[in-house]
């Protein structure tokens, strides 16, 4: 298990802002805490390169698959692919060639914009191991509500429906559907379709926890599901 002073140092070492302007190590030695290291990595956004060396010196035997729009690389421990995070169809594509990379850990730093997040996530949460965790950072655009980022417009805010935050605050009672009438059930189906969530990805979603300026999402164990798909104990009382 890695630690925070660990991450701190290796953020410094490499010149990444995870840990200077965000302070990314308050949470991610809780989000990785299972994450051995022996598995692949995929990081959406290259930006200036500086998180490959963050990830290589805090998991030396990963490798480490990043996706960009416009960068194709390969060194050692790692490769560079192109791939548009607002395309549907490059994404798909990208996540049948991670399906047999055995993936413990991705992590979205890309475009930061709420719509291409959920998209992204949608396509390769379902590549990612059980047990494995999903970090979207950069959840800030979110708030905006004027400007743009990479280009992107970002008419978003507190109130929004397109916000991420708004958007992945729904799983808490999907992640507690158990203790949902069925009617309860259908009308929060219906309520996260119609957001843009794909319901077959959320069946493996175990917690999602939020933190300053980032969402961690784990994915449950396949032995996991009985408890959601159970019926529920206390029937008569809902």
Known sequence: ???????????????????????????????????????SIVEIGFGKGNSIPFWKMLYPSAFLYVVDKNVVAKGDGFEVMRCDQ??????????????????????????HIPEHQLLTFNN??????????????????????????????????????????????QLSNWINREFLSSSELNDLKNSLEDTGFNL??????????FAHNCVAIRKGLLSDQTYSSRPYLHSDRI
Not at 200 to 209: E, G, K, P
């Open 1 to 39: 298990m890695i630690t925070r002073p660990e991450i701190e140092a290796a953020g410094i070492a490499s010149g990444t802002d995870k840990v200077t302007q965000h302070g990314y190590q308050r949470f991610y030695a809780q989000f990785l805490s299972e994450f051995d290291g022996n598995d």
């Open 86 to 111: 607002s395309s549907k169809d490059q994404l798909a594509s990208f996540a049948s060639f991670l399906c047999d990379k055995s993936v413990g850990f991705i992590i979205d730093d890309g475009s």
């Open 124 to 169: 390769l949460f379902g590549v990612l191991n059980s047990g494995g965790v999903y970090i979207i950072e950069d959840i800030e655009c979110s708030y905006w509500k004027r400007g743009t980022c990479y280009g992107y417009p970002t008419e978003y805010g507190l109130e929004s429906s397109k916000s991420l935050i708004r958007q992945f605050l």
């Open 200 to 209: 077959n990805v959320l069946t493996d979603v175990a917690s999602v926890s």
